[in-house]
């Protein structure tokens, strides 16, 4: 990695652009204009795109027909850096020490997306252009939960249209070890109310002739799993696509274990569906989880109430082919069907995303799948899943109808959104490399 | 009811004693020695002994050998009297309409104490004396716990050992229908604590393989019940004494139905364990509540966070003859063994009060129904059970070794705790009489 681009990346890590709060709207800013420059420097075409919020930056080559395009997505606004004091320098006054760069950002976002940029200007010095179209998004409330993405997306559809996407900002399993994502869990929620007498009544007058609503919804909330941790609605498992061998036998080769797990959940012991392990849980398994419930009185001490109400705050986290709606529909009418008459039972639906998988043995999954194994010399990537959800993955699929590659550079110790964050150099040449190589792939594919 | 006794009455009522309010410190204080002053006009020895809080009036006859010794309990104190704008009329300011008076703590305590002070003055006009030996203890704090009266009962224990107590502070089953309230229940509290991870984790990274401590919860909770609501702890029941025929007779020609129950809570459907209807699940079964619980991310929205803790608030109705410790011991261990280990179990014992009863066939308690049954004209009295505890009727059994006899004045309607609370002059009567044919009854039993 020459100095120049190493000077580069760190202006782009001194930006304090912090979305989050409202006296860094400036450095968001002047972060959003530096990318932009540095975009038309290398010989893009760059706009700043406004939004009710911060802008979007986005850069093109110029497009030729019979080309693939590829949508790039980045974001270039980063957490806060609290807690401060637990930072051992300025978290942004970059350092570098033993090839590691640290400031906050250095690899949420801004180490995954410049090492792209990187790999763009590389190419077009070395080659005078691109094997495809190029569309590069960089966004700039990704910490805030992507607000302005979708409408702007809905609104810029048309100059979007893509064949497929890629993203850098997900895990790797090791150092230098190239992972590919290639699938997500989807995810819908629901909050159960549980309503039976007007007013919280004195246990011991009404205690015994008038159903508990907190008695209810455990018992509702029980009736969810049975005693191996299987979910029971009915037709839960309808569509769930069954782990397939090659998935078992390659998770298993993975340098990630259960007591890795253990330690840092800080849990005495793991515990999960019956018949599989902790990743095949987490990365190809629905789950009925209770994110929050609450009923009757809560303060120090005791108060002998029967509660007016009880209510439960649900979360599926679904794998490929689950339907969030249908499994919405399920819940709600076995949690009908076991409630007793004796209380009242509101649910309402809550937010939903589809699962996502991607097949790395095919296509632009396999495209991938070469080109991370050709930029880490000739190392076989990790085919892993991820069991939380991303939702502009889901999206990008909805408003633009294309896939998304998931091609992480975040170590496992990078601490990212925690005091330290840090990026090796050496990912960042891996990057770069990376995009170099993805897009001859995809251009191949 | 002569106008000098009713013009008492209202003067007693004009004191806003109420216990909970430092600014009423001082009416609290005025009531007491009015109290006591009216004491000492009737001709019996009184004191104001103070406590760490309000004061407590101990008066007495002169005891003589050979006598049954019976203590009457009163309270001079009384409830706030919000929401004030409900009200009818000034609370402290009494007023009398079709022979009801309308004033906060006509019926809870004062109208229900004055009565029996009412009957000693009238049986010592009478007879120049009492058929036994009186101490007549009237406390000033039990609308805020009787935080003083344990204390005060244990230090003068000597000088209030008696063979029986009287209360009037519990209700009548409808007007004009004397009614004994010869059970009531305990209870035995527990708070119950699940830990799974070190903190609330993301639902999506380790979803399925990390046991959800408030699922964890839900399944134990729901484990105290089966389908019929019989609670499950094994040797729950074990010392419960079954409900005895002429019990289950008694309450089934009751004036009280549940319709009218259900109406008074609003739930849509009355519910309990199998087997018995709402009076008898009420006053001589014992249950198994939540009072509260509490897990995750109670606030609006969702938020996918797989919860670090999730905790419970338990009481237990106890009925005779359970033992509140023993309960709690094998709660605890139908909890831990039902608890997997993949997460803490923390149980925290709290309060407990011993469930009572009095044998309304027998000794004291039969000298009760006479009594009420004498005073009403001979209409028998209805014999009931309350769901609640009443704890100093606990306390008093602890410490000074006897029962109590609950002979309530309130009406159903009669707004104790609420706006425009109210006693019928009517009742005034009943108690005083109540009063003076209860001692002779104890002292022949």
């Given at each position: ?146 607000p302005s993405l979708v409408p702007f997306l809905e609104a810029n559809r048309e ?270 040449e891996y990057g770069m490399r990376l995009n170099m190589v993805l897009l001859e ?5």
């Amino acid at each position: 990695m020459d100095d120049a681009s190493i000077g580069s990346f760190l202006e782009l890590l001194r930006f304090p652009s912090i979305s989050t709060q409202p006296e860094h709207r400036g450095d968001v800013g002047a972060c959003a204009q530096w990318v932009q420059a540095r975009f038309q420097t290398m010989g893009l075409e760059a706009e700043l795109c406004p939004t009710p919020g911060h802008p979007v930056v986005l850069a093109r080559n110029a497009h030729r027909p019979g080309r693939r395009t590829v949508l790039i997505y980045g974001h270039y606004d980063v957490q806060p850096a609290d807690p401060i004091e637990m930072w051992e320098h300025p978290p942004f006054e970059p350092r570098i020490r033993d090839g590691v760069v640290t400031a906050r950002g250095a690899t949420d976002n801004k180490g995954q997306f410049f090492a792209h940029m990187l790999g763009i200007e590389a190419a077009l010095r070395e080659k005078g252009e691109l094997p495809i179209n190029l569309i590069f998004l960089v966004e700039g409330e990704e910490e805030v939960g992507s607000p302005s993405l979708v409408p702007f997306l809905e609104a810029n559809r048309e100059r979007l249209l893509c064949d497929v996407i890629a993203i850098s900002d997900t895990g790797m399993v090791a150092r230098g070890h190239p992972t590919f994502s290639y699938g997500l869990r989807g995810l819908t929620a629901l909050e159960v109310r549980v309503t039976g007498p007007a007013t919280d009544l004195h246990s011991g007058i009404y205690g015994g002739a008038v159903a508990n609503p907190a008695a209810v919804l455990a018992r509702l909330l029980a009736s969810l799993h049975d005693a191996d941790y299987r979910v029971t609605v009915p037709g839960f498992y309808e569509r769930v696509r069954p782990i397939e061998g090659w998935e078992r036998e390659t998770w298993a080769a993975l340098p990630m274990n259960e007591a890795a797990i253990r330690e840092l959940t800080g849990v005495p012991q793991l515990d999960g569906e019956a018949g599989y392990n902790a990743l095949e849980r987490i990365w190809a398994r629905p789950t009925a989880e209770i994110n929050g419930m609450g009923s009757g009185y809560q303060g120090p001490g005791s108060k002998t109430v029967l509660p007016a109400h009880a209510f439960a705050k649900l979360t599926f986290r679904l794998v490929p082919d689950q339907d969030p709606i249908e499994v919405q529909d399920k819940v709600i009418a076995h949690l009908r069907a076991k409630c007793p008459p004796s209380v009242r039972l509101e649910i309402e639906r809550g937010h939903s995303g589809a699962p996502y998988l991607v097949d790395p043995r095919e296509g632009f999954g396999s495209a991938a799948a070469r080109a991370l194994k050709k930029t880490f010399g000739g190392r076989e990537p990790a085919l892993v899943r991820e069991g939380g959800s991303v939702p502009i993955v889901a999206d990008f699929k909805r408003i633009l109808g294309v896939d998304t590659l998931l091609l992480g550079l975040a170590l496992p110790d990078c601490r990212i959104h925690a005091p330290n964050e840090n990026f090796p150099l050496e990912n960042l040449e891996y990057g770069m490399r990376l995009n170099m190589v993805l897009l001859e792939e995809i251009a191949a594919a």
